[in-house]
């Protein structure tokens, strides 16, 4: 009988002596070969009439792994199953005997106890909920904690780090002006560019400016700079956070007996509510100039378009769009804080947290929105 | 051993995260002025333990007084006061990353104390000089070596003049001859300064060079397996995981 011999470097060969069954495997078994082997195997133990003794002679290896090794001991379960009686390895060099008896002597039950028994899909989603309830009730302890510390450092207005406080609000307010301005343009413009185009059927182009004013005003400037901060902001308190969190910087300001939430949190709170009504103004501005270049192309003068828009939007949308996005400034510092605060250990911890911060963030931004809405509605704003 | 002499008392404490203890019923007292160092296996607890003697967790039950005072059931305000009186440098040192180690040692000062600048700035000198740090201070915490970040979190850890100081494994990462050296300036600030200190390590080498007195906890009794000075447990025959754990070099040497 030839021996199969393989692409990689080792061969298998069967043959009958004395009534025993023997497989010889010779060359340099490691995980190429285990691999090719093992598809071979069954076939070739499957021929042999002979169920009685299997001898696996192994004086013929140069070399083996652990892939070769786990491969053996899977070739004498394997020929367990398919009925031999009696297995034997043979010529195993004192070399490799070491390994083999590594890999025999590992219990695959011991690691397989050590896990954790996977959850049926009842009990993932139970899980997820109540993950996602014992969240809710942190998220809401520490939109408590923030509140009362914001309440003791503005009574104690000494107390609040202001260095801090200022370059924060740089960081996330003027230093946002470009990616606002982008926005609030583009958005302010290509409203503008939609709603003419129907408008005009009616002859009523000029009144394109009532809707950019209002909706400005009221909806997309808060929305925009918002989503904006969201994305900015949030992630880079989470991030900044969470890495403190992780070189047990937070720790190291707890035993000093200095608050982080005072510390660390309060400052980015202020600053992010002092900052966003200003962007928020800011955006409204510039959104209504994007609609104004739209307005002025169709060969209207600008001073008409200020006129529609002075006319049409009240002080009373205005106030609305502003005491939205105070509220909007408290979320995202809040959001971002509390998901860097809440960072766990490992390399992925700040990623996990910096996402999580916006994602909450942008929820929250939205419902919100939705319950200024209604409020509004029922005001009569 | 008379109370007043005691800098740390620990009673009766259940330590862990959430309400699985990870230590039970553990009693010991921490002397003034000398070198307590806590070993034992990775998973041990060393570092729970340290966690609820800095107040950083809550004791699951049992009592921690710091200075005669009870640090476990302490409110708020009381509990920051007790921590005044301790210094924690921690494993990865901890320093502030927004400021310079100048400004993270002049931090503790500034917000605890009413001194002027100038007060504020001799003193934090005072300390950057005493870890050997004094021509480094306006470095970033970014810039420096791990052992000069284990020196600089000393430094910052001894702002205050705490009567306890507690160092979290101070030589893990560090190659021997540095971490020798951070031994050295523990041994000299606990004689000159008359500070205590409380050490969590699992370093032997680092174990016979600067502790007075040692507990080990051990991770299957859930607890302290052994006490006293390091000859006293290098000695101690009878209980075979201490024995192990003292003279595992040589026996891997000699095997």
């Avoid at chain 1, 002979?50 to 004086?59: A, P």
């Avoid at chain 1, 107390?159 to 982008?182: H, K, Y």
Wanted: charged share 20%; glycine share 8%; hydrophobic share 45%.
């Amino acid at each position: 009988m030839t021996p199969d011999t393989t692409t990689a470097s080792a061969g298998m060969n069967i043959s009958q002596n004395e009534g025993n069954c023997v497989l010889s495997i010779s060359g340099r078994l490691d995980a190429d070969a285990a691999l090719f082997l093992f598809k071979k195997a069954p076939e070739k133990l499957s021929e042999q009439g002979l169920k009685d003794s299997l001898i696996l002679d192994l004086s013929g290896l140069d070399y083996l792994d652990t892939a070769g090794a786990v491969f053996l001991e899977r070739l004498e379960r394997m020929a367990q199953d398919a009925g031999f009686s009696q297995i034997r390895l043979e010529g195993l060099s004192q070399e490799y005997a070491r390994l083999m008896e590594l890999v025999k002597k590992t219990k695959k039950s011991d690691i397989e106890q050590g896990q954790p028994k996977p959850l049926s899909f009842i009990e993932n989603r139970g899980q997820s909920l109540s993950d996602f309830l014992s969240d809710t009730k942190e998220f809401i302890t520490y939109i408590g904690e923030i509140t009362w510390a914001l309440g003791v450092s503005l009574r104690h207005p000494t107390s609040i780090r202001w260095a801090d406080t200022f370059l924060i609000a740089e960081r996330s307010g003027v230093d946002a002006l470009g990616i606002v301005a982008l926005i609030s343009f583009i958005v302010g413009l290509v409203m503008a560019f939609q709603a003419a185009i129907p408008m005009r059927m009616f002859g009523a182009e000029l009144y394109v400016a009532n809707l950019i004013g209002i909706a400005m005003v009221r909806e997309l400037g808060p929305l925009m700079t918002a989503i904006v901060l969201a994305g900015r902001s949030a992630s880079a308190f989470a991030a900044e956070i969470g890495t403190m969190r992780i070189n047990e910087e937070i720790d190291a300001l707890t035993v000093m007996g200095l608050d982080p939430v005072r510390f660390l949190i309060v400052p980015r709170v202020i600053a992010s509510t002092v900052v966003t009504p200003l962007l928020t103004i800011f955006s409204n501005l510039v959104g209504i100039l994007g609609g104004a270049l739209v307005i002025t192309s169709m060969g209207y003068p600008v001073i008409a378009y200020y006129n529609q828009i002075a006319s049409f939007v009240t002080w009373n949308d205005f106030a609305g769009g502003l005491v939205k996005c105070f509220v909007f400034g408290i979320l995202i510092a809040a959001t971002g804080c509390i998901r860097g605060y809440q960072t766990q250990s490992g390399p992925s911890a700040v990623g996990v947290s910096t996402t999580r911060a916006v994602v909450t963030g942008i929820i929250l931004i939205a419902v919100f929105d939705g319950i200024f809405s209604i409020i509004y509605y029922y005001l009569g704003i | 051993m008379k109370h007043d002499q005691c800098a740390i008392k620990v009673e009766n404490l259940f330590a862990g995260y959430g309400n699985v203890p990870i230590i039970e019923n553990v009693n010991f007292d921490v002397f003034k002025g000398e070198i307590f160092v806590i070993i034992g296996g990775s998973g041990c607890g060393k570092s729970t333990l340290l966690k609820h003697m800095i107040g950083l967790l809550p004791p699951i039950s049992g009592k921690i007084m710091i200075m005669g005072e009870d640090l476990s059931s302490a409110d708020h305000k009381d509990k920051n006061r007790i921590l005044q009186n301790i210094g924690v440098a921690f494993q990865s040192g901890a320093l502030f990353g927004s400021m310079s180690v100048m400004e993270n040692v002049q931090l503790p000062l500034k917000e605890f104390t009413r001194l002027d600048k100038i007060s504020i700035r001799d003193i934090a000198h005072v300390k950057l000089q005493l870890v050997g740090l004094e021509k480094s201070a306006h470095l970033m915490p970014g810039e420096l070596s791990g052992g000069m970040k284990k020196r600089a979190a000393l430094a910052r850890a001894m702002a205050l003049d705490p009567s306890i100081i507690f160092l979290d494994e101070p030589s893990a990462g560090l190659d021997p001859i540095t971490s020798a050296e951070l031994d050295d300036l523990v041994r000299n600030l606990a004689s000159s300064l008359g500070i205590t200190f409380v050490i969590v390590t699992h370093e032997l080498a680092s174990i016979e060079a600067i502790s007075d007195r040692i507990i080990m906890l051990e991770k299957q009794a859930k607890g302290i397996v052994a006490t006293g000075t390091p000859e006293q447990l290098k000695q101690a025959t009878d209980n075979e995981y201490v024995y192990n754990f003292f003279n595992r070099t040589k026996a891997e040497i000699t095997s």
